[in-house]
C-alpha cells in the first residue's frame, strides 16, 4: 500500500474516532425521550410510549404508571418492548376502553399483518388488558405474542374511536 491511501486511511478513522462516535452518540443513538402519554379514562392509569435510543431500527417501550389522587404511585411498568419498528416516531395514539380496563396503541409507521391494516391508513397494533395483563399484538417481527383483528375489539366500548 503506498503512503497517500494509508495516510487518507487514518485520516477518515481518526475522523470517526474524534468527531463521529462523540457526535454519534447524541445524533444517532440519542437519549430516552416520551412520544405519547395517555391516561386512561377513570385517570388511574397513565401509559408512556418511550423511544428507546438507536442506531438504526425505531424501537420504543410502553410504560405503565398507576395514578392515585392525581399522583404518580411507584415506578412505571415496562408492559411491552417493541420489536424493530418504522420511523418516523409521532404517529401513534392511544384509545382507552371506557371502563379504563384497557388500551389499544395504533399507527401508521408499523411493520404490521395485512389484517391489521384499517381503512383510514391507521394500524392495530398493541392492545393491552390492564387487568390480567394479556397483550395481543400484530407486529409482524415478533412472535411472542398472539395477533388480533377489529373483530376481536367489537365487543369493547371504546372512548373517542
Known amino acids: 500500500m503506498s503512503r497517500?491511501?494509508?495516510?487518507?486511511?487514518?485520516a477518515a478513522l481518526a475522523f470517526v474516532a474524534v468527531v463521529m462516535l462523540p457526535a454519534g452518540r447524541y445524533l444517532f443513538w440519542g437519549r430516552e425521550r416520551i412520544t405519547l402519554a395517555s391516561?386512561?379514562?377513570d385517570g388511574s392509569a397513565l401509559v408512556r410510549l418511550v423511544?428507546?435510543?438507536?442506531?438504526i431500527d425505531r424501537n420504543f417501550e410502553l410504560r405503565l404508571v398507576t395514578i392515585k389522587e392525581g399522583t404518580e404511585q411507584g415506578a412505571a411498568t415496562t408492559v411491552f418492548r417493541s420489536p424493530d419498528e418504522g420511523r418516523p416516531a409521532g404517529s401513534e395514539r392511544i384509545v382507552w376502553s371506557k371502563d379504563s380496563s384497557v388500551f389499544l396503541l395504533l399507527g401508521r409507521h408499523f411493520y404490521v399483518t395485512d389484517e391489521a391494516k384499517l381503512p383510514?391508513?391507521?394500524?392495530?397494533?398493541?392492545?393491552?388488558?390492564?387487568?390480567s395483563g394479556k397483550t395481543l399484538c400484530?407486529?409482524?417481527?415478533?412472535?411472542?405474542?398472539?395477533?388480533?383483528?377489529?373483530?376481536?375489539?367489537?365487543?369493547?366500548?371504546w372512548v373517542g374511536r
Open 4 to 10: 497517500r491511501p494509508k495516510t487518507l486511511l487514518l
Open 39 to 41: 391516561v386512561s379514562p
Open 51 to 55: 423511544e428507546l435510543p438507536s442506531f
Open 120 to 131: 383510514n391508513g391507521e394500524m392495530l397494533y398493541l392492545f393491552y388488558d390492564l387487568r
Open 138 to 157: 400484530n407486529a409482524t417481527q415478533q412472535s411472542q405474542y398472539p395477533s388480533f383483528t377489529v373483530k376481536e375489539l367489537g365487543s369493547v366500548e
